[in-house]
Structure formats: structure tokens, C-alpha cells
């Protein structure tokens, strides 16, 4: 059984993240047939997220706009267009964005993203 679907980026629609981010969630079990995933946009402002962790979700994060620095757990690095992060359950991370313009994100979640499994400090 196929039940593949085309999701175009100008149906997005944008809504302000509990950690200071817009996402507009892209593919999720909402829209597809899909269960045990999503996808989202995610633009961040000039400024930091808020440290959060998710104790059962596993995410990974592909930059396609601006730069900016992952804080993971006790580590931080730089991240620009064409990096991935990969974040295990139960790792607090934050992205900051130090930069003028808005950094941009995919935001990939295992299982799909649930905003009851974020936990900030």
C-alpha cells in the first residue's frame, strides 16, 4: 500500500515555537501516512532558543539558511548551510542564532514531533 504525498513549501504556515523559533510543520501523521515521523521548517530569529530536551523524541536538524551555534548538553559548535545535527533523546540543546538574519532549518523527529515532550530547564 502506497500512500506517498507531495507537500509544497508555499502551504506552509508558520506559528511561534515554545523555544523562540516559527515552525510550520511540513509532513506529520496529520497530513500523511506517515506515524513514526515528521518533518519541519524552522526559522529562528537573531537571538538564542530556549535549552530544552525531549525524553522521547530523537531529532536531527539540516541548516539551509544563516549560521549560528548548537549548544549540546555541555558542548557547543558552529552550524552554517549544509550542516546536520543529530540530537539523542535526553540531550538539552538549544540552536543560537548570533547573526543579523533569520537562520533557517529543517527539523526531522522521531517519532513525530510532539510539543508535550519538550522540557525546558
Partial sequence: MSNG?????????????????????????????LRDMSLAVVELPPGKARPHLHNQTEEIYYILAGAGFIHLDQTCCSV???????IPMGCVHALENRGDSTLRYLAISAPGFNPADMQFD
Avoid: K, Q, R, Y
Avoid at 19 to 27: C, F, K, Q, S
Avoid at 80 to 86: R, T
Fill in 80 to 86: 552554517g548551510p549544509g550542516d546536520a545535527v543529530s
Fill in 5 to 33: 504525498a507531495t507537500h509544497h513549501a508555499a502551504e506552509l504556515s508558520f506559528i511561534a515555537a515554545a523555544d523562540g523559533g516559527n515552525v510550520a510543520e511540513m509532513i506529520n501523521a496529520s497530513n500523511s501516512a
